[in-house]
């Protein structure tokens, strides 16, 4: 029965109490959405990336090669156990009609890994078709239906690697290994860095190898990223990949020594047999012209026999016929002698007959003989003019075959020097050959992975400062609420103690008084965090991120802390408050508490300020030290406030110059070219005549970069160590500002070292003392701190060639240079360009671009700094109206008065807010304070082990917290000003009696 009794009284006590059991609500409304929501999210952060990575089967390893992948590999890697493994091929390419880089990547329906997002359009479904990556870059410079080609006869060869280079824009699509909006990364085409990537059919392609491998394993779904677990378990799968594929750059370097040395030994055989051919023409030509010299040898030799025997024919037939001639004259002599003597002697006649017809017989055989010689001369001429002709066509075809000779001779021969020098230049080639080199890459190296689990790491960081203020505020405001409470009770408590109810039951109104508000506002602020807080930083990020709004979740630790822990505040607040008054007897009680005795305060002994103040002032003088707890209540209420409005607002300072100040101030260069030192000669000769041609160029500065890790004592850290080729004029790229005084600029030594004052907070290390630098491969040694610098991004230390010479035992190798210009005058596209074309680099990175990416991270903070600064605000406010309302409350009796003595609203409003004034002031003062090393204590938490922040609170950065403090104040002051307008004077004047 006294139970429900006071019960009820408790339940009317919050419907008489609203603005105190409403303040109580809200301060553990804003203290637990605070901490819950921003506690959670981080978390929610990387919840949402995992399940967006799961949603797009995000690989988890990356495999390529300096000289692809091959069939052997692909073999390898599909025998692990537990892994899908995807083949496939991409290319580094340029778009003809606007210069734009792309990283054109091989897409097919039926792939289940690395899957991407469609934005617009569609993916490609024929091989003239394309997808372009949803980056502003292709967005302002190509539309759906647009037509894309690929440069073509450039000494990249881009055409080489497909089978067609012209493309119908079909869809802009998002990709889960480029979750980040900007960046690509760097390219070794076009300018250096890509404009973005794109997608084609895998049929495309025309390549003798992959290029990418992408490995998913089955575990990894079971652990979410970013995680612990997940980092581990990926780090011992990336070990066995890299233990399966330990032996495969040894193996493909023998199998391609071997191909290299068959085709230099083919090509020395091929010269040999094209030597051999020439011999052999040569050899026929010179048999040709024997046969020719030895045919017209013979020709000219039947040509003269011929001659010699027609001679001696027809002079053996002219004598013949002479012979007979003379015979016929000398028969017909006969014949005439015997006529005149007329003889008439048959014998004699018929003699005379037989010889005249032998004469005739015998020039008949003459005749025939003659035409027989006739036909047989015609008929050698004719064999020796057959002959000549043939001796006129082979000499023609041996000209012609001389000519021709001579002519390919002359081709052969520079075509035999030409094969030579290819197979010198293959011989040097082969004996500077070098094992291919395996990389094997986690989710880190895929764009903007890595760097979203440090934005959310920042959040996470802070998360652990803020809502402890919070708390300790909510504390202190429960504690002052529920102190006037129990003080505005005491007559109750009397009364109950009086009629026998025990302090447990007494106690047990203002208890559940405290928790009912602590519990409705810790629950709805719960759900009010874990909505309002993710969604908000996420839709901040979503300008820096391709990923999906936040897939908020409920956090049972967070849940539990938060309450548990606004409960608590509350709960030791009402039992610090009701402890005093349940010692107290019913009769003591029961009367009102004795008006503090009034003492002289310290500024009436000193006559020369206290005679000049008016009597409103001496009356504000005096009860701002009469009333030490609500004075002391109202600046800590007021410098907690305060510092967290400065902290927010510093921390935004600390964030936004940071840019600036490392790429402007520290860093002067523009640009940083990273160097082939296995170019040649002629390459190395090219790269210098290209730089040279750049009359924009003020300066440049060659160093070696390198990657190591500094260890001291127990700690170790990843590191950069630089190594400038001149220490005189390294401050023309590089300042090195001194961290205890950054007017003093440092000057490299020759021995020693100079580092980065982030490293030396985390190895704890001093100027003077010995860390231990491991270039990984190159060996380790230990350097003395000679000086420490001022910077913000990554950890240094910086050597001169003579002490890395000297520590390192090895010469230093130049790899890298540093550019500086004017970017006003130099077109850094244009110059990237041109050193990108250059064999002797590897690859250019601008300042500007490293800038903006950087900046951008960094102004994604801002939204979380505004997160801050407004549940600060919220927070001050609560505190300031809460305090001004309990102090307006406890003196309603003493502010009756005076508006029954004359004075009129804005007079009393005035003698309450002069006191605020004074307060507020004071409280903002000491806020200053408090936020100065609250700023501090935020930003070493905040900070991750590869970036500091900026220790520095801009002066309109006091300036903001102060006008906003003392806006609320005036705000407070003004709604408790209608307040008292309304107070029933009467009522506040009646005695307790």
């Given at each position: 029965m006294k139970t429900k009794a006071v019960w009820k009284d408790t339940l009317r006590e919050i419907g008489r109490s609203k603005t105190r059991f409403i303040s109580i609500f809200a301060i553990i409304l804003l203290g637990v959405a605070f901490f819950a929501g921003l506690s959670a999210t981080g978390p929610v952060m990387l919840h949402t990336a995992d399940a967006y990575f799961t949603d797009t089967q995000l690989s988890d390893l990356h495999i390529f090669s300096s000289m692809g992948l091959e069939d052997e590999d692909q073999d390898l890697i599909e025998q692990l156990e537990g892994v899908e493994a995807k083949f496939t091929y991409s290319r580094d390419v340029v778009f003809e009609e606007t210069g734009l880089s792309s990283k054109i990547m091989a897409y097919s329906e039926e792939q289940t890994m690395n899957n991407p997002i469609l934005v617009e359009g569609r993916l490609p479904e024929t091989e003239s078709e394309i997808a372009l990556d949803n980056t502003m870059n292709y967005r302002d410079s190509y539309s759906l239906g647009d037509t894309v080609r690929i440069e073509e006869g450039t000494p990249d060869e881009f055409e080489e690697f497909f089978h067609q280079t012209e493309f119908e824009v079909v869809g802009f699509v998002n990709h889960p290994r480029y979750i980040e909006q900007g960046d690509r990364g760097g390219t070794q085409v076009g300018t250096g860095r890509l404009s973005g990537f794109s997608l084609i059919q895998e049929s495309v392609f025309d390549s003798e190898y992959f290029t990418d491998a992408f490995l998913l394993f089955e575990e990894s779904l079971n652990y979410e990223a970013y995680s612990d677990e997940y980092i581990q378990y990926i780090e011992n799968r990336k070990e066995e990949v890299e233990e399966v594929l330990a032996d495969r750059p040894r193996e493909r370097f023998e199998v391609l020594s071997q191909e290299i040395q068959d085709e230099i030994d083919e090509g020395y055989a091929d010269i040999e047999e094209a030597r051999q051919e020439l011999a052999d023409a040569e050899t026929e030509l010179a048999d040709a012209r024997q046969e020719i010299d030895e045919g017209i040898e013979e020709y000219e030799t039947g040509l003269s026999e011929?001659?010699?025997?027609?001679?001696?024919?027809?002079?053996?037939?002219?004598?013949?016929?002479?012979?007979?001639l003379a015979a016929q004259n000398e028969i017909e002599t006969n014949r005439n002698q015997l006529e005149a003597a007329q003889v008439e002697d048959p014998e004699i006649w018929a003699e005379i007959e037989i010889q005249e017809a032998q004469v005739a017989q015998g020039l008949e055989e003459l005749n025939q003989a003659e035409n027989q010689l006739e036909t047989e001369l015609q008929q050698a001429r004719a064999e020796l003019e057959e002959a000549e002709s043939d001796l006129a066509e082979a000499e023609e075809e041996y000209e012609e075959g001389l000519a021709e000779f001579q002519e390919e001779q002359a081709d052969a021969e520079q075509e035999i020097e030409e094969a030579l020098e290819e197979l010198e230049t293959a011989e040097s080639e082969l004996a500077d050959l070098e094992e291919p080199e395996y990389f094997v890459n986690d989710r880190s190296s895929f764009q903007g992975y890595e760097e979203f689990d440090e934005n959310a790491e920042r959040i996470s960081a802070i998360a652990q400062i803020f809502p402890v203020f919070f708390f300790l505020l909510a504390a202190l405001i429960s504690l002052t609420t529920m102190t006037r409470m129990v003080d505005e009770g005491r007559n109750q408590i009397g009364t109950l103690k009086a009629l026998g109810y025990s302090n447990g039951i007494i106690a047990m109104k203002y208890f559940t008084y405290a928790f009912i508000a602590t519990f409705?506002?810790?629950?709805?602020?719960?759900?009010?965090?874990?909505?309002?807080?993710?969604?908000?930083?996420?839709?901040?990020?979503?300008?820096?991120?391709?990923?999906?709004?936040?897939?908020?979740?409920?956090?049972?630790?967070?849940?539990?802390?938060?309450?548990?822990?606004?409960?608590?505040?509350?709960?030791?607040?009402?039992?610090?408050?009701?402890?005093?008054?349940?010692?107290?007897?019913?009769?003591?009680?029961?009367?009102?508490?004795?008006?503090?005795?009034?003492?002289?305060?310290?500024l009436e002994y000193m006559p020369f300020i206290w005679n000049r103040f008016t009597f409103t002032q001496k009356v504000a003088s005096r009860n701002l030290f009469r009333y030490k707890r609500r004075m002391l209540m109202t600046i800590f209420g007021v410098a907690g406030g305060t510092a967290l409005l400065l902290t927010g607002y510093g921390l935004s300072d600390s964030i936004a110059d940071i840019g600036d100040i490392q790429f402007g101030e520290i860093n002067l260069y523009k640009a940083i070219v990273s160097e082939n030192t296995n170019a040649s000669e002629s390459q190395l000769e090219s790269y210098e005549d290209t730089l040279a041609s750049v009359d924009e160029l003020d300066d440049e500065l060659q160093i070696k970069l390198e990657n190591a890790t500094a260890g001291f004592s127990e700690d170790e850290q990843e590191i950069n160590v630089m190594v400038p080729s001149n220490i005189d004029r390294l401050s023309d790229f590089i300042v090195l500002r001194d961290i205890d005084d950054t007017s003093e600029q440092l000057s490299l030594p020759e021995e020693g070292a100079i580092i980065t004052d982030k490293l030396s907070e985390l190895l704890e290390v001093e100027t003077g003392e010995i860390i231990t630098v491991d270039l990984n491969d190159s060996g380790t040694f230990e350097v003395e701190v000679t000086?420490?610098?001022?910077?913000?991004?990554?950890?240094?230390?910086?050597?001169?060639?003579?002490?890395?010479?000297?520590?390192?035992?090895?010469?230093?190798e130049f790899n890298g240079r540093l550019l500086l210009y004017d970017e006003a005058e130099l077109d850094e596209s244009h110059l990237g360009e041109l050193l990108t074309n250059e064999d002797a680099v590897q690859g250019v990175s601008f300042v500007d671009s490293i800038q903006e990416a950087f900046q951008d991270s960094m102004d994604s903070l801002d939204v979380v700094t505004v997160v801050l600064i407004v549940s600060a605000a919220s927070l001050a406010f609560v505190v300031l109206y809460n305090l001004t309302n309990i102090n307006v409350s406890e003196r309603i009796r003493e502010?009756?008065?005076?508006?029954?003595?004359?004075?009129?609203?804005?007079?009393?409003?005035?003698?309450?807010?002069?006191?605020?004034?004074?307060?507020?002031?004071?409280?903002?003062?000491?806020?200053?304070?408090?936020?100065?090393?609250?700023?501090?204590?935020?930003?070493?938490?905040?900070?991750?082990?590869i970036m500091r922040f900026a220790r520095q609170i801009n002066l309109s950065s006091y300036g903001y917290a102060f006008l906003l403090m003392f806006f609320f104040s005036s705000l407070v002051m003004l709604v408790m000003h209608f307040k008292l307008k309304r107070v029933d004077m009467v009522e506040a004047l009646k005695t307790q009696d």
């Open positions: 011929l001659e010699d025997e027609e001679t001696g024919a027809r002079a053996e037939i002219e004598a013949q016929r002479a012979e007979l409705f506002g810790g629950v709805i602020g719960l759900f009010a965090g874990y909505w309002i807080f993710p969604n908000v930083v996420m839709d901040a990020y979503s300008s820096l991120y391709n990923l999906p709004s936040a897939d908020t979740q409920f956090y049972w630790t967070y849940a539990v802390v938060s309450i548990a822990g606004a409960l608590l505040a509350t709960g030791l607040s009402t039992l610090i408050s009701v402890r005093l008054s349940l010692r107290s007897n019913a009769a003591a009680l029961l009367q009102p508490k004795a008006p503090k005795k009034g003492k002289r305060i310290f000086g420490i610098v001022e910077h913000y991004i990554q950890h240094y230390v910086y050597l001169s060639p003579t002490a890395y010479e000297n520590l390192s035992e090895s010469e230093a502010l009756s008065t005076i508006k029954v003595l004359g004075f009129f609203d804005k007079e009393v409003t005035m003698y309450v807010y002069r006191e605020n004034f004074v307060l507020t002031i004071l409280g903002i003062l000491s806020g200053f304070v408090l936020g100065f090393f609250m700023h501090r204590f935020v930003l070493q938490t905040a900070e991750i082990d």
